[in-house]
């Protein structure tokens, strides 16, 4: 009866992290400066102030969205699950799961075009 259990516990810590990334990067607006150990590097990311400032905030305010629709989106789901059978539930979760997992890589391939978009391949704005 209560199968739904496990896959909340993966999806929701997931979405949460993912809004307090966000919360950090574009709203607090860390980190300020270029450095090799937080934020997001990518080889055009780090090629000036410029373009590390533009890839942390939008960034940061990709994967708060993406958060944010992961949040809901587990929550509306796992509790329609919750009334289900075992099975339909352990197939919801497994999804659930997964998408929360694999949701991660939505903001970084856009912030990747927007940085292709607004820098040229050695950072200067287009």
Known sequence: MLTWIPS???SLPLSI???VW???SYV???PKNINYWAGYRTRLALKNPDTWRFANDYFGKGILYTGII???GSLVVLFMAMTSD???VQTGGFW???ICIIIIFIPIILTESALRKKFDKNG???
Do not use: D, T
Request: aromatic share 8%.
């Open 8 to 10: 909340l516990g993966v």
């Open 96 to 98: 659930v799961c997964f």
């Open 70 to 72: 992961s949040l809901v």
């Open 86 to 88: 075992s099975i339909a």
């Open 124 to 126: 200067e704005r287009k």
């Open 28 to 30: 607090a607006k860390v």
């Open 17 to 19: 992290i993912y809004i």
């Open 22 to 24: 966000g919360l950090i």
